[in-house]
């Protein structure tokens, strides 16, 4: 039976600002495991705190909603225990590059098959729109008291340094393109990072919607340019095709330099796809062949009469004196 | 007191295998039915710094080490310098006389305050501060001298072998020591080689010239020592002595048969050991009905599992990774020191917030800080006990001996498990590095109980699960992330019943005390036996009220004290949170003199037996060197406090 997007839709009561990015997020996401007509209850959406982050409530599949900085080791925990569920991160740029920039950085050595999106309003929404880390330096939110002085994380050049091997930029107003990104972001198979640009009507009055539409960007004839463009149409290529190093070198160049274009003319779309390198499972597999046949969460750890069914004799024999 | 045991020590420099050859002479002890309990002492270094195991050997159980030394085997000067003087008269010292030029001041890793204490004592006897001075002086107090000459000894050897390398040679000066050691004690040489050979039996080469190399030992202790100590150690027949182990080992085995799946860590001293041993065996057989049976790990078709062992980027990584596994339905444990479980502290308050399974296994150490990183202090229970803000229910278990930590990791991830509840199981230092012989561990006495488990969802309204529903006990039943037949929410917020955000005022009150609630459910439900020790008669001269690793020290010292017609009994907490409130305010109202012992400076068990029992107790013997309490310690601080000789709060000082 095909899952329907109501299918994914829960009861709990979502009080987002109105006109807040994350509804076109939350709708993109919706649409993503419809199409993909996952089963909800072998998909779970791991969060950390702030805005973004109460969106597991709105999704009908398991939701984890956990501590501030923190959804990713938590995922990482339930994909290590279960790796045949679907996980999904999500959560906002001071949650995952500012309190959790570790594990953002950290993750990425490991390669789990997974997805984290990144909702990007460059302000922290839940406490009133303080700097995030994503916000440039010099720039006054009309939340500020003062100019930003710190200059801005680029997530794109992060994350390729981080060693994720799916690294793409969506944008919250354009649902279907985000939902693209989403189903290939799941497919991926490996670590894959989705940035997307999430408008904060209520305190980001620089990065809003209006500005993302191109609201004083005018070409010469006077006509107003949107400040996003689709890398693939203008002919960019981030899949690496092959296991040769010297393609991957350059593709992860390629994807860096593109990583700078921010502003007026902001890419979206898949900087990098790497299926060369190996998962986190198959690397635990590699000294333990039993986590790929009978994984953590699969294993039964007793007897009906409650007795261990694992034997250390072999242990305890090393021990005998 | 009479102690009828043998404390042998051995020291060098860090990295030079004091490890080894401690090793060594503890299991050739072991494999000739003698009873063995070792303790090592390190610097937070790699190389260079002082370190030295003392090995205590008896024919009946021993459980503590003792401050005497019997017998000290060097093969380099620092050794000589730090512990010559620690020699009980009529001990023994084997040293190298080939270092008798070396001088005091030439070693840069002795203190100042050691090198200037030492300084005095040889001005004052008139002697040289050389080694040659510092042997003079130990044997003027009462020990016998074994000069070895190392050097000839092992051209000898190498000679044979066709070994040349000094470096090659040198890597056997510690077996030497051990062989010349057991040599003049009289031990069966053959079961001193067949301990060697078993050491190295991955490199028979090695293996072989090692054993040759004990048989140049005694072949000169032959002849030159012959019959010169009068004390004699020979193997027994022993029914008791079956297995060598070490702190850390026991708790990760343990964990294998508990069940645990998912194992975190970030590297910290002590505790990485322990994950270290899970990896190297993540492969876990699973024909658990043939538990016990030699033949069974012969059966080739035998079902395989798996422990994942990760090592996080930091312990908030480890702790919240460890949670989701919990949330997954996956026995998940991590393992850390203070400085880790300080990180740990959010974490903890989310699993029990979400009433998620996870043991951490908290292996304390001197702090605050970084401390003592490689000593050993009890300074942690109070922060075990309320780590983390708000309020959430919490186990706190504490085990006493290698034996307890074994069987309290099963029970550990029964109660979590039951309960949906943290627990932190504190094994000091003085147990995770210690090691012992035992008597068979029985996996078969072992029993895994998971509560209320869901394989499937049934009870799913519009697809969605109640994950956190009203129960009478406050246990909801709790299927894990991916189960069919319904979802359901965990967050940090305050929850419904279906774990979505509630600020409700009365939703509040419900899974505060549903929460809460069950730690008294535990408290009821746990029997008393698993959660309090009672050691000796029911009335006695002094009751002493103590945790963790300085029950063994106890146990040995209320024998000494037996013979001296003085009786003592014991009351080991284990569980201390759920508290046994009422057993343990029983046990005290009876006592006539109640002596609190801890490893730390505040008394911080003693606190909570106040806090809980109303119950003050003024008498406390205290220690926070960094070194664990020996059995001579308290012996003479339990005789002291009966003699009405002792201040109220007694500390404790011996240590190197």
């Given at each position: 039976m095909a899952l329907k997007l109501s299918d994914l839709k829960t009861s709990a009561h979502n009080d987002w600002c109105?006109?807040?990015?994350d509804f076109g997020i939350l709708n993109a996401v919706q649409m993503a495991l419809a199409e993909m007509n996952v089963d909800p209850s072998n998909t779970v959406v791991v969060s950390g705190v702030g805005c973004s982050s109460k969106v597991p409530h709105f999704i009908k599949t398991y939701g984890v909603h956990t501590l501030h900085g923190r959804a990713i080791p938590f995922a990482t925990g339930i994909k290590l225990a279960n790796p045949n569920m679907e996980v999904i991160v999500e959560g906002g740029d001071g949650d995952g590059m500012g309190i959790g920039a570790g594990h953002f950085v950290n993750s990425g050595r490991r390669n789990l098959d997974m997805l984290y999106i990144i909702h990007d309003n460059?302000?922290?929404?839940?406490?009133?729109?303080q700097a995030a880390p994503t916000l440039g330096l010099g720039k006054k939110t009309k939340?500020?008291?003062?100019?930003?002085i710190n200059q801005s994380i680029n997530p794109i050049m992060l994350a390729m340094a981080s060693g994720y091997t799916w690294v793409a930029r969506g944008y919250s107003y354009d649902v279907r393109h985000l939902k693209d990104l989403i189903i290939k972001g799941i497919r991926h198979k490996g670590y894959a990072f989705l940035d997307v640009l999430q408008p904060c009507p209520t305190y980001n009055d620089i990065q809003s919607k209006e500005y993302w539409a191109g609201e004083g960007n005018l070409d010469a004839a006077g006509k107003q340019l949107p400040r996003t463009y689709k890398m693939e149409e203008a002919g960019y290529d981030g899949v690496v095709h092959s296991d040769d190093p010297a393609e991957v070198e350059r593709k992860v160049q390629q994807a860096m330099l593109k990583s700078f274009e921010f502003g007026d003319r902001t890419p979206l779309g898949v900087f990098y796809q790497n299926e060369f390198v190996s998962t986190y499972g198959d690397r635990l597999a590699g000294h333990s062949p039993s986590y790929k046949t009978n994984p953590p969460a699969a294993q039964?750890?007793?007897?009906?009469?409650?007795?261990?069914?694992?034997?250390?004799s072999r242990l305890l024999d090393d021990l005998k004196v | 007191m009479k102690r009828d045991d043998f404390s042998w020590m051995i020291g060098g420099v860090q990295g030079s295998g004091v490890d080894t050859s401690a090793t060594i002479f503890a299991r050739a002890a072991a494999s000739g039915g003698l009873h063995v309990f070792g303790k090592r002492e390190y610097y937070s270094n790699i190389k260079g710094e002082h370190s030295y195991f003392q090995v205590r050997v008896s024919k009946g159980t021993i459980r503590s080490h003792v401050d005497t030394v019997d017998m000290l085997a060097t093969f380099e000067e620092e050794t000589i310098f730090r512990h010559a003087l620690e020699v009980r008269s009529e001990g023994a010292i084997i040293y190298d006389p080939d270092q008798d030029p070396k001088r005091l001041d030439q070693i840069p890793t002795v203190e100042a305050n050691v090198r200037a204490a030492l300084n005095a004592e040889l001005s004052k006897a008139g002697l040289s501060a050389d080694v040659k001075g510092i042997v003079e002086l130990a044997r003027r107090r009462g020990a016998h001298i074994y000069p070895i000459p190392y050097n000839t000894i092992l051209k000898d050897v190498g000679a044979k072998h066709g070994e040349t390398s000094l470096s090659a040679l040198q890597r056997m000066l510690n077996v030497v020591a051990v062989a010349a050691s057991f040599a003049l004690l009289g031990y069966d040489e053959e079961v001193v080689k067949a301990s060697v050979r078993n050491h190295f039996r991955s490199k028979p080469k090695v293996a072989e010239m090692n054993a040759d190399a004990v048989g140049a030992a005694y072949d000169h202790v032959g002849q030159k020592y012959a019959g010169s100590f009068s004390y004699r150690l020979s193997p027994m027949k022993s029914t008791d002595v079956k297995l060598f182990v070490r702190g850390n080992t026991m708790v990760a085995m343990a964990k294998e048969l508990a069940g645990c799946r998912l194992q975190t860590y970030y590297p910290i001293t002590p505790a990485s050991d322990e994950s270290e041993y899970l990896e190297a065996h993540s492969e876990i057989q699973l024909d658990g009905a043939a538990q016990g049976d030699p033949q069974a790990s012969e059966v080739a078709a035998m079902k395989k599992g798996s422990i994942a062992v990760v090592q996080s980027e930091d312990e908030i990584a480890a702790v919240t990774m460890a949670i989701g596994g919990g949330l997954a339905g996956v026995r998940s444990s991590t393992s850390t020191s203070g400085p880790g479980f300080s990180l740990m502290a959010e974490g903890l308050g989310y699993a029990g917030m979400n009433e998620v399974p996870v043991v951490v296994t908290l292996y304390s150490r001197?702090?605050?800080?970084?401390?003592?990183?490689t000593r050993h202090e009890q300074g942690d229970l109070r922060f075990a006990l309320h780590a983390g803000h708000g309020e959430f229910p919490r186990f706190v278990l504490a085990s006493g001996d290698l034996e307890e930590a074994f069987y309290d990791t099963v029970r550990a991830f029964n109660y979590s498990e039951k309960y949906q509840t943290p627990l932190i199981h504190i094994v000091d230092k003085a147990l995770a590095n210690s090691d012992s012989t035992m008597s068979a561990l029985d996996p078969t006495k072992v029993k895994i109980d998971r509560g209320a488990f869901l394989n499937e969802i049934t009870t799913a309204v519009n697809g969605e699960f109640k994950r956190f529903q009203h129960t009478p006990t406050g246990v909801s039943p709790r299927a894990p992330l991916g189960t069919k037949g319904g979802v359901n929410w965990y967050t940090g917020d305050e929850h419904d019943e279906l774990g979505h955000i509630s600020e409700d005022p009365v939703n509040r009150d419900y899974m505060m005390e549903k929460r809460m609630g069950k730690l008294d459910l535990a408290d009821r439900e746990i029997p008393i036996s698993e959660r309090v020790n009672f050691f000796g008669p029911e009335d006695a001269d002094i009751t002493v009220v103590s945790w963790g690793s300085t029950k063994g020290a106890i146990l040995d010292a209320m024998e000494w004290l037996k013979q001296d017609g003085i009786t003592v009994n014991f009351i080991q907490v284990r569980?201390?949170?759920?508290?046994p409130t009422e057993y343990v305010a029983r046990l005290l109202s009876k006592a006539k003199r109640i002596v609190g012992i801890e490893m730390n400076y505040s008394a911080q068990l003693i606190g909570v037996v106040r806090e809980r029992t109303c119950i003050p107790i003024e008498q406390l013997v205290v220690k926070y060197n960094g070194r664990p309490m020996s059995s001579e310690e308290i012996y003479g601080a339990l005789k002291m406090i009966y003699e009405g000789n002792a201040p109220k709060k007694l500390v404790l000082k011996h240590g190197a």
């Open positions: 109105p006109g807040c990015g460059e302000v922290y929404g839940l406490t009133k729109g939340s500020l008291p003062s100019p930003n039964e750890i007793a007897l009906p009469d409650g007795a261990p069914l694992a034997n250390i | 001197g702090g605050p800080s970084t401390g003592l990183p569980l201390v949170n759920p508290f």
